[in-house]
């Protein structure tokens, strides 16, 4: 393989751009990442031979809790991450409506969300007619601000959703210390960041609950699944009650009509969020390989920083003091005054001196510009209709308060997006050294012929 990759570099004497017809950096495509083997085949084989791909009942049984690759799973990931209680589910999306439900939060309160994460973390609270309030990102570290947080707290405000957005995690120091001082709940999506770390404590364990994904792209997976983890026994218990047909299963919970306290019923109308069998098997062998995945993509990370650092117009990641990084996507600034082009005419000519990855090659080179569209700006906030024509929930005789979705609330993040911050997602583990040295050579060729670049604008 090794001679493969290098026999598929070009002569580097040519340095006319890629973009503008010269010969590529690289033309055979980059490793697929790839964390599946016989391990997880073997689990797959052991359910399979039991007969059982589910044991869950959605009425109070025994099996409400699920099967036994559920139960062990779950065991092992609140062992692994220092937890009272861990809860499966099919997807974090799941997980973070389910938080949201268990936290009781009701129809007209707010709940500060990031306007630069995946969709799901702000419309979490929607999903019980609760009022999304963005907050503004951290200008290095792209967490939620503390100070924008802040601003943002109102006497309807009930929870925080906090994003380790790329890997890092929040500010949990300031982050917290709003949230006891002002009465209100922290849920922390931790889908980017397992295994890393904030003083002693493991992501996701940082707020009154964490949300973890097992998608098929994350460090981790089992094709779709996610993880919540929590201390709080009432909490643990209101989660899995939601992932399972919680209306149903009340009465024989609480036989006694007189247990059917407001605390048991708000929000109990349950959901199916369950995990498979299946998916847990695997889940329990990826575990294991969790440290030394994610030790590989902190020294790929460190490798491409020390040389891409020294290209003026790139400011490499920076790391909260606190806190190691799990690096789901490598984030990297880049400074257009210095450049002399804007960053996405850069990016995109970087991008054609490289190929896509085997297994997601039609998405193209991994590497992107921005994130996503600060959240806010999409039409559902834009228009404030999440259900029905009527504007609801914001209009609401509940909601008695005022949001703002307009251009310009968080302008970190809309800077970021626009003109700043691009993502590179080459540095998985299966990436050789020659691997990232050809990306290295690429964003150098661009920068020692960026003045190619004022000849027309990229093809890609």
Not at 109 to 137: G, K, R, W
Not at 345 to 366: D, H, M, W, Y
Request: net charge negative; hydrophobic share 35%.
């Amino acid at each position: 393989m090794a001679q493969l990759i290098q026999d598929s570099r070009t002569d580097q004497t040519s340095q006319v751009l890629a973009v503008h017809g010269g010969d590529k950096v690289r033309t055979i495509p980059f490793p697929g990442y790839r964390t599946i083997g016989d391990e997880e085949k073997q689990a797959v084989s052991r359910v399979l031979d039991s007969g059982v791909l589910s044991q869950f009942l959605g009425c109070w049984h025994e099996s409400f809790y699920g099967g036994p690759e559920i139960q062990a799973f779950e065991r092992e990931w609140a062992t692994f991450f220092g937890v009272k209680h861990a809860i499966t589910v099919n997807s974090a999306t799941s997980g973070l409506y389910a938080a949201v439900g268990a936290l009781g939060i009701e129809p007209g309160d707010e709940v500060i969300v990031s306007p630069y994460t995946m969709s799901a973390s702000a419309t979490a609270p929607l999903v019980y007619n609760a009022i999304p309030v963005f907050a503004d990102i951290e200008e290095k570290t792209y967490c939620l601000s503390v100070e924008s947080v802040e601003q943002r707290i109102t006497e309807r405000t009930k929870a925080i959703i906090i994003v380790d957005l790329f890997g890092l995690p929040y500010d949990a120091k300031g982050i917290n210390a709003l949230a006891k001082k002002h009465g209100i709940k922290v849920i922390e999506d931790c889908a980017q960041a397992p295994g890393a770390r904030y003083n002693d404590q493991y992501a996701g364990t940082l707020g009154d609950i964490g949300v973890y994904s097992l998608n098929y792209h994350k460090h981790i997976h089992t094709g779709e699944g996610g993880v919540l983890v929590t201390n709080n026994d009432t909490l643990a218990e209101r989660l899995k009650l939601i992932r399972n047909h919680a209306e149903a299963v009340l009465p024989g919970k609480y036989p006694d009509p007189n247990d059917w306290t407001e605390s048991n019923l708000t929000n109990m109308i349950g959901f199916n969020y369950r995990m498979t069998e299946v998916d847990a098997a695997i889940g329990r062998e990826q575990l294991k390989k969790l440290p030394k995945l994610l030790e590989a993509r902190q020294n790929n990370v460190n490798y491409l920083n020390q040389a891409l650092g020294k290209i003026p117009c790139i400011q490499p990641t920076t790391l909260r003091e606190e806190a190691t990084h799990a690096f789901y996507i490598h984030p990297i600034q880049f400074n257009a005054d210095v450049a002399g082009v804007h960053r996405d005419v850069f990016i995109n000519a970087v991008k054609a001196e490289l190929s896509p990855t085997n297994l997601r090659s039609g998405e193209g080179v991994p590497i992107s510009t921005g994130y996503v569209k600060p959240l806010y700006l999409l039409p559902m906030y834009q228009k404030r209709q999440a259900y029905g024509t009527g504007g609801l929930p914001w209009s609401l005789p509940e909601y008695t308060g005022s949001v703002s979705y307009e251009a310009g609330l968080c302008p970190v993040a809309e800077r970021m997006h626009t003109d700043v911050l691009f993502l590179n997602n080459l540095i998985h583990p299966e990436l050789t050294q020659a691997d990232l040295d050809d990306v290295i050579q690429a964003f150098q060729k661009v920068w020692d012929n960026r003045t190619q670049l004022g000849q027309g604008e990229p093809a890609v």
